[in-house]
């Protein structure tokens, strides 16, 4: 089974607009990250966030990280039509090897 | 910079024939991955490559051998090629050790009839 799950499985909102997406797991972990991924294209590595780390910060993008209650959050402020993509958490279990499993993801679409 | 290649980008497959999808990797990486990607499924991992010389199976390694031919490369053959594994592959790599996101390749669309 998978590792992530996550929340909302799809969300539609206007530009301009924050978008959040919640992640949750199952196992304790060295660190979770998160992918965005155009239609048919290959995932990208957006962020990291290492399991002593509670907050993250990258341009737009922040994610935050409770280990206690094994989730993680990503939001997008000022959303653009160009954010529309699917986005996914992946956790790096500890003793796994540096392996990443996936969540489902979810599917943002930003309207202009 | 190439980054990870895929090679074919799509390919239709009868069952039972057999195909091997090449991946290599220009950025001295140690470690790579094969998932599949399905609909509803998120990415399962098949196998993976901790380092050169070494192959571990995945989450669905059922149906595929892999291959670490040198550092750069890692392939994926299905042997007799079926219906449920019609997917999208993606090849992986990452430095190595804790702390590294992963560079993927654009994936291989994958039929088979």
């Known amino acids: 089974s998978q590792q992530g799950e996550e929340d909302p499985q799809a969300l539609s909102i206007q530009e301009g607009e924050n978008a959040t997406m919640n992640c949750s797991y199952k196992?304790?972990?060295?660190?979770l990250q998160w992918y965005r991924q155009n239609s048919g294209r290959g995932l990208v590595h957006l962020i990291l966030i290492r399991s002593n780390e509670r907050e993250k910060h990258s341009g737009r993008l922040r994610v935050t990280l409770d280990t206690s209650k094994k989730s993680s959050s990503l939001l997008i402020t000022a959303s653009r039509a160009a954010d529309t993509a699917s986005y996914f958490c992946a956790t790096d279990a500890w003793g796994g090897g540096s392996r990443l499993t996936f969540g489902e993801g979810t599917q943002l679409t930003v309207n202009p | 910079n190439a980054g990870v290649t895929q090679t074919p980008k799509f390919q239709v497959l009868k069952t039972g024939q057999s195909m091997t999808l090449q991946c290599a990797q220009d950025m001295n990486h140690n470690s790579m991955y094969w998932y599949r990607q399905d609909p509803g499924m998120g990415l399962r991992l098949i196998y993976y490559?901790?380092?050169?010389?070494?192959?571990d199976k995945g989450e669905v390694p059922n149906g595929y051998n892999v291959s670490r031919l040198n550092k750069r490369e890692f392939s994926l053959r299905l042997e007799s090629a079926a219906p449920s594994q019609t997917s999208v592959y993606f090849c992986?790599?990452?430095?190595?050790?804790?702390?590294?996101?992963?560079?993927f390749g654009s994936g291989t669309r994958l039929t088979v009839v």
């Open positions: 490559s901790a380092s050169e010389g070494t192959t």
């Open positions: 992986a790599s990452t430095p190595g050790g804790m702390g590294y996101g992963y560079t």
């Open positions: 196992t304790s972990i060295n660190n």
